[in-house]
């Protein structure tokens, strides 16, 4: 869905737009990027004063009423099959949403998973109510993780969050319930270590000591352990975005995610049937803050925890009934 921006130039607006050129004026004050003004320039009514369709060397007058389309890709095809299911939707404007993902729905369709993945459900969820354009996920989940996904509603949108993530400006909070206890010097800290694939695996990753691999940073901090089930709920927030992170960190620090199928404990199994929960990682994106793209607005969404991870966490004495 293309994106439409308009802007009322101002008396203050000359100064840092050389007396009101309308490369600068987008560049300056309606934060359009290089790249979004060459697309408007060659779509139909792209950039327009008053109505009137004019180039970027045109200067603008106090009161004008400036109005630029930031096109969508039309070479992009979205190819996710619509199909109905269930979308807890958590924020929405009309630039982005923040849906909860609950464990075990995977992100994107995948094999085995073609119809019944949160891109099928946004699919329909957006095309029964006749809006266009391709979803976008900014930040994907693995299956097993549950918590606050975004999707992005038009290129223009996608490319400022994307950006935030990269300045730090969009930020995640994690929580997992992991095993063992933390010293009390050890209750807070930082991960840094280097990843990549285990040699001959596809899933697998593993850290690497030869100084190969990407860089990955992980920050914990303990919210409450319980020495007597040897368990811990800690909070995460990570500054690289390396597949499996958090789980291959807390697993080499000794502290493997209860449920973890490739990292962690094979007892788990045990522990999920006393629950009567099917086994997978206790790992939720509890929290996000992120920047409207175009108002720079601070949206704050917390998301509750799933039932199975909130049980599990009161069984192990680390979370009040």
């Given at each position: 869905?293309?994106?439409?921006?308009?802007?009322?130039?101002k008396?203050?607006?000359?100064a840092?737009?050389?007396?009101?050129?309308?490369?600068?004026?987008?560049r300056?004050r309606?934060?359009?990027?290089?790249?979004?003004i060459?697309?408007?320039?060659?779509?139909?009514?792209?950039?327009?004063?008053?109505?009137?369709?004019?180039?970027?060397?045109?200067?603008?007058?106090?009161?004008?009423?400036?109005?630029?389309v930031?096109?969508?890709?039309?070479?992009?095809?979205?190819?996710?099959?619509?199909?109905?299911?269930?979308?807890?939707i958590?924020?929405?404007?009309?630039d982005?949403?923040?849906?909860?993902?609950?464990?075990?729905?995977?992100?994107?369709?995948?094999?085995?998973?073609?119809?019944?993945?949160?891109?099928?459900?946004?699919?329909?969820?957006?095309?029964?109510?006749?809006?266009?354009?391709?979803?976008?996920?900014?930040?994907?989940?693995?299956?097993?993780?549950?918590?606050?996904?975004?999707?992005?509603?038009?290129?223009?949108?996608?490319?400022?969050?994307?950006?935030?993530?990269?300045?730090?400006?969009?930020?995640?909070?994690?929580?997992?319930?992991?095993?063992?206890?933390?010293?009390?010097?050890?209750?807070?800290?930082?991960?840094?270590?280097?990843?990549?694939?285990?040699?001959?695996?596809?899933?697998?990753?593993?850290?690497?000591?030869?100084?190969?691999?990407?860089?990955?940073?992980?920050?914990?901090?303990?919210?409450?352990?319980?020495?007597?089930?040897?368990?811990?709920?800690?909070?995460?927030?990570?500054?690289?975005?390396?597949?499996?992170?958090?789980?291959?960190?807390?697993?080499?620090?000794?502290?493997?995610?209860?449920?973890?199928?490739?990292?962690?404990?094979?007892a788990?199994?045990?522990?999920f049937?006393?629950?009567?929960h099917?086994?997978?990682?206790?790992?939720?994106?509890?929290a996000?803050?992120?920047?409207?793209?175009?108002?720079?607005?601070?949206?704050?969404?917390?998301?509750?925890?799933?039932?199975?991870?909130?049980?599990?966490?009161?069984?192990?004495?680390?979370?009040?009934?």
């Amino acid at each position: 869905m293309d994106k439409v921006l308009n802007y009322v130039f101002k008396e203050e607006d000359l100064a840092d737009t050389a007396g009101g050129l309308i490369n600068l004026v987008l560049r300056n004050r309606v934060g359009v990027t290089g790249h979004e003004i060459s697309s408007a320039k060659f779509h139909a009514d792209g950039i327009t004063v008053n109505g009137q369709r004019v180039t970027v060397k045109y200067r603008m007058k106090p009161g004008d009423k400036l109005r630029v389309v930031l096109p969508e890709d039309r070479k992009e095809v979205d190819n996710i099959a619509a199909a109905e299911g269930p979308l807890d939707i958590l924020y929405e404007d009309e630039d982005l949403a923040v849906v909860n993902k609950p464990a075990l729905v995977p992100v994107h369709p995948s094999y085995g998973h073609y119809s019944d993945s949160l891109g099928n459900y946004m699919a329909y969820y957006r095309r029964n109510r006749g809006l266009d354009g391709i979803c976008r996920v900014i930040g994907r989940l693995d299956i097993d993780t549950s918590g606050a996904v975004i999707f992005a509603f038009n290129k223009a949108a996608a490319g400022r969050l994307v950006r935030q993530r990269d300045r730090g400006e969009l930020v995640r909070t994690y929580h997992a319930l992991v095993h063992g206890t933390f010293c009390k010097s050890g209750m807070d800290g930082v991960l840094r270590s280097r990843m990549d694939r285990v040699e001959g695996e596809k899933l697998l990753r593993e850290i690497k000591q030869d100084g190969s691999g990407l860089e990955a940073v992980t920050h914990y901090s303990v919210i409450s352990q319980n020495a007597p089930s040897d368990a811990a709920l800690v909070r995460f927030r990570i500054d690289t975005g390396r597949t499996h992170q958090i789980r291959v960190h807390m697993s080499g620090a000794s502290h493997p995610l209860f449920g973890d199928p490739l990292y962690g404990d094979d007892a788990d199994e045990c522990f999920f049937a006393s629950l009567g929960h099917r086994r997978h990682t206790l790992l939720h994106a509890a929290a996000l803050s992120l920047l409207q793209p175009f108002t720079g607005e601070r949206i704050e969404i917390t998301v509750p925890y799933p039932v199975d991870f909130r049980e599990a966490a009161i069984v192990l004495g680390l979370l009040r009934q």
